[in-house]
């Protein structure tokens, strides 16, 4: 990728964090990128192009990052499953947790046919899908189908509750709440 814009995408992507995708304007991220207008629209046709590379750089780092920790996990002899909320509990101590940008993305473009809205649930399918193949020790298409769902949801749920509440310790309630519904099936 050029370096102009794989900075732009950077810079984007952390004001997009800190202060929401509509309240930041090209303006603000041509100024702290110091990139020019006409660079920018040389690699992006607008905004949304932006957002949605973003969101696409967003994405493919969290399955990378996912993936070889349930690799790890695996290896290591842990709950596969688990080692996500393990993931999440060191997000959310960090500097750098302020939600995911991909619920955040879905509020502000909430019109289904939107190409961020799509991108957002394609994302949140591509979770499930990968911890349903997480789920190495549970037989039966439909029973690892139902456990993704509630797994994801577990997931979800801790990610809104450890924004909108503050809940450092969200990923590991929810991880407790996961190893029951492990232990039960």
Not at 98 to 106: D, R, T
Not at 148 to 163: F, S, T, Y
Not at 166 to 182: N, P, S
Request: aromatic share 8%; net charge neutral.
């Amino acid at each position: 990728m050029q370096p102009r814009k794989q900075h732009l995408i950077d810079t984007a992507y952390r004001l997009f964090n800190e202060h929401g995708y509509h309240a930041t304007g090209i303006d603000r991220i041509l100024a702290e990128s110091g990139v020019s207008k006409a660079t920018l629209y040389k690699h992006f046709r607008s905004k949304d192009e932006l957002v949605v590379a973003v969101l696409q750089q967003r994405h493919e780092q969290l399955m990378q990052a996912i993936g070889a920790a349930i690799g790890q996990a695996r290896s290591g002899g842990k709950l596969p499953p688990l080692i996500i909320f393990d993931v999440l509990d060191e997000w959310f101590r960090s500097d750098h947790f302020f939600g995911c940008n991909f619920i955040n993305a879905s509020a502000e473009y909430a019109q289904e046919g939107h190409a961020i809205y799509r991108l957002a649930a394609e994302h949140k399918a591509a979770m499930q899908d990968l911890i349903e193949s997480s789920l190495v020790e549970i037989s039966g298409r439909r029973k690892k189908q139902l456990m993704a769902e509630q797994l994801a949801l577990l997931v979800d749920g801790a990610i809104v509750r450890a924004h909108t509440r503050g809940d450092r310790d969200a990923a590991l309630l929810a991880r407790m709440m996961a190893k029951q519904l492990l232990d039960a099936a």
